[in-house]
């Protein structure tokens, strides 16, 4: 059979003359589920970082094969009605079927609309490409083409319809449902952006806080400075150490979201750091370490600097050395300083709350 001669039509749906149609499925279907993918492929990667995706990948490669059969079936998915029969197009292949085999036109409606169903003589069903209505909008078009299409049958297809509005009921309650369950998955109230919640999305460099004029001020005989990064958390740490063994570290960390979220992971993390602090003993590469007379070790809460603070104070008297280790929480941010030389304690303390103070003015929160 060859096709149908067509004619521009204002409805777009339907086009041709008054003895044939040339009818092309709605485009609509094929951005919005595009869009939904991209946004939730999006969501987890920001969330959670790229590698949180390699367990996907088959799946992912799965939907991937789906959008683009239903990409080619919106594309070039055809149905062509003229008085001999139907002509039906999916994919790749085409099906033509005569009047003498159908019984009725019958309308099912979706999650996506309404589509179109041929019920056959032998009570056998066949969908058609179109006509089909979109996702929102109520295409009114679509019950004139099935009348259009009936009556190029000459009588002999009738249109079955039925009330729709409960099916779409049921369909758009567990859409709602679904998007209910994905939002208690993915909790965007624990998200950098959602409003009212501060936290940051990046860091400073380490060394941008502890530079190196700021560092020789606190260890005139620095021999020895670099730059490392970390993986988990997200982060960097600046070391700087004299010939003396006295040393100076800033190092700034970024917990990303996670099931609990980010500044709430950041406030447990802290906690058991703290209890850390508090049950630790010195280590035993100390050379004095079971002579428990000379050192001794102090944790103790620091205010006005970030959420939360504490300080370990480790004071060594058989080589006069005083170890600090500040570590701050602010939002979802670390900031660990170690500054470790041979200086009154209130001084070494005082050095740490400075370059942590410092380190919180960098850090931008939104």
Same mark, same amino acid.
């Given at each position: 059979?060859?096709?149908?001669?067509?004619?521009?039509?204002?409805?777009?749906?339907?086009?041709? !003359?008054?003895e044939s149609?040339s009818?092309?499925?709605?485009? $609509?279907?094929?951005?919005?589920? #595009?869009?939904?993918?991209?946004?939730?492929?999006a969501?987890?990667? /920001?969330?959670?970082?790229?590698?949180s995706?390699?367990?996907f990948?088959?799946?992912?490669?799965?939907?991937?094969?789906?959008?683009?059969?239903?990409?080619g079936?919106l594309?070039r998915?055809?149905?062509?009605?003229?008085g001999?029969?139907? $002509?039906?197009r999916?994919?790749?292949?085409? $099906?033509f079927?005569?009047?003498?085999?159908?019984?009725?036109?019958?309308?099912? !409606?979706?999650?996506?609309?309404r589509?179109?169903?041929?019920?056959?003589?032998? %009570?056998? $069903?066949?969908?058609?490409?179109?006509?089909?209505?979109?996702?929102?909008?109520?295409?009114? %078009?679509?019950?004139?083409?099935?009348?259009?299409?009936?009556a190029? !049958?000459?009588?002999? #297809?009738?249109?079955?319809? +039925?009330?729709?509005?409960?099916?779409?009921? !049921?369909?758009?309650s567990?859409?709602?449902?679904?998007?209910? =369950?994905?939002?208690?998955?993915?909790k965007?109230?624990?998200?950098?952006?959602?409003? %009212?919640?501060?936290?940051?999305?990046?860091?400073?460099?380490?060394?941008?806080?502890?530079d190196?004029?700021t560092?020789? +001020?606190?260890?005139?005989? /620095?021999v020895?400075?670099?730059?490392r990064? @970390?993986?988990?958390?997200?982060?960097?740490?600046?070391?700087y150490?004299?010939?003396?063994?006295?040393?100076?570290?800033?190092?700034?960390?970024?917990w +990303?979201g996670?099931?609990?979220?980010?500044?709430?992971?950041?406030?447990?993390?802290?906690?058991?750091?703290?209890?850390?602090? /508090?049950?630790?003993?010195?280590?035993?590469?100390l050379a004095?370490?079971?002579?428990?007379?000379?050192w001794?070790?102090?944790?103790?809460?620091?205010?006005?600097?970030?959420?939360?603070?504490?300080?370990?104070?480790?004071?060594?008297?058989?080589?006069?050395?005083?170890?600090? @280790?500040?570590? =701050?929480?602010?939002?979802?941010?670390? /900031?660990?300083v170690?500054?470790?030389?041979?200086?009154? %304690?209130?001084?070494?303390?005082?050095a740490?709350?400075?370059?942590? @103070?410092?380190?919180?003015?960098?850090?931008?929160?939104?």
């Open positions: 059979m060859d096709r149908p001669a067509t004619v521009p039509n204002p409805g777009g749906a339907a086009r041709g !003359s008054a149609l009818l092309r499925p709605p485009r $609509r279907l094929l951005t919005w589920l #595009v869009s939904a993918a991209a946004l939730s492929i969501t987890v990667v /920001i969330r959670y970082g790229t590698w995706m390699l367990p990948i088959p799946l992912l490669s799965l939907a991937a094969l789906f959008l683009i059969v239903l990409g079936v594309l998915g055809r149905t062509w009605v003229d001999a029969g139907l $002509r039906n999916w994919f790749l292949q085409t $099906r079927i005569p009047w003498s085999d159908v019984d009725a036109f019958l309308v099912e !409606s979706a999650l996506f609309g589509g179109t169903v041929v019920r056959l003589a032998n %009570g056998k $069903r066949f969908h058609l490409v179109a006509p089909r209505s979109g996702l929102l909008p109520r295409n009114r %078009g679509f019950d004139a083409t099935l009348d259009a299409m009936a190029l !049958s000459l009588g002999h #297809v009738a249109v079955e319809r +039925k009330k729709v509005w409960k099916d779409r009921i !049921s369909f758009w567990f859409l709602v449902y679904m998007l209910m =369950v994905q939002m208690l998955f993915i965007p109230w624990q998200e950098p952006l959602w409003p %009212g919640r501060d936290e940051a999305t990046s860091l400073p460099r380490a060394c941008t806080v502890a190196l004029a560092a020789l +001020k606190l260890l005139p005989d /620095i020895d400075a670099y730059d990064d @970390r993986e988990y958390p997200t982060g960097d740490e600046c070391v150490q004299s010939h003396t063994g006295a040393n100076l570290k800033v190092g700034l960390s970024l +990303k996670t099931s609990d979220g980010a500044t709430e992971e950041a406030r447990a993390r802290f906690t058991n750091e703290v209890s850390r602090f /508090i049950d630790w003993d010195p280590p035993r590469s004095n370490y079971f002579d428990r007379e000379s001794t070790h102090d944790v103790q809460d620091v205010r006005g600097i970030g959420d939360q603070a504490s300080r370990s104070v480790l004071v060594n008297f058989r080589d006069r050395t005083v170890e600090v @280790r500040l570590l =701050v929480r602010y939002a979802n941010v670390f /900031i660990d170690t500054y470790k030389v041979e200086r009154p %304690g209130n001084e070494v303390a005082a740490a709350d400075a370059l942590a @103070r410092a380190a919180v003015e960098r850090i931008d929160l939104r």
